[in-house]
Nanobody
Framework: QVQLVESEGGLVQAGGSLRLSCEAS????????VGWYRQTPGKQRELVAS???????EYADSVKGRFTISRNNAENTLFLQMNSLKPEDTAVYYC????????????WGRGTQVTVSS
C-alpha cells in the first residue's frame, strides 16, 4: 500500500520561508514523477511543482523563482522549499506520485496546511 506522509505545514509571515517534506512508503524512483499540489477552499487542486524521474522540473508560474522542488531517492522523500512566501500561497499542500499505470494514475498524501500571514 502506498502511503505518503507530509510534514507539518504551519503559520509563517509574508516574506518568510518554509520547507515541506513528504516521505513515501515506496521507492519514489519507480514513479513517473513526484510533485506538490495545493488547494484552497472552492478551488481546484493546482500543480505547484513536479520533478520527473529524469530530473526535469516544472513549476507553476506563481511560484517560479521562489519555490524549489527536490527529491532524495535513497530516502524516498521529496521536498518543497518555499521562500518569499506570500499570503496567496496559503493553501493545503499535497504531495503526489504519478505512476506509469493506466489503472491508478496518482497517489496522494493527506495534505498539510500552510498559512501565510500578511
Amino acid at each position: 500500500q502506498v502511503q505518503l506522509v507530509e510534514s507539518e505545514g504551519g503559520l509563517v509571515q509574508a516574506g518568510g520561508s518554509l520547507r515541506l517534506s513528504c516521505e513515501a512508503s515506496v521507492m519514489i524512483a519507480s514513479f513517473k514523477s513526484v510533485g506538490w499540489y495545493r488547494q484552497t477552499p472552492g478551488k481546484q487542486r493546482e500543480l505547484v511543482a513536479s520533478i520527473t524521474l529524469s530530473g526535469r522540473t516544472e513549476y507553476a508560474d506563481s511560484v517560479k523563482g521562489r519555490f524549489t522542488i527536490s527529491r532524495n531517492n535513497a530516502e524516498n522523500t521529496l521536498f518543497l522549499q518555499m521562500n518569499s512566501l506570500k499570503p496567496e500561497d496559503t493553501a493545503v499542500y499535497y504531495c503526489n506520485l504519478e505512476t506509469f499505470s493506466a489503472a491508478i494514475s496518482y497517489y496522494w498524501g493527506r495534505g498539510t496546511q500552510v498559512t501565510v500571514s500578511s
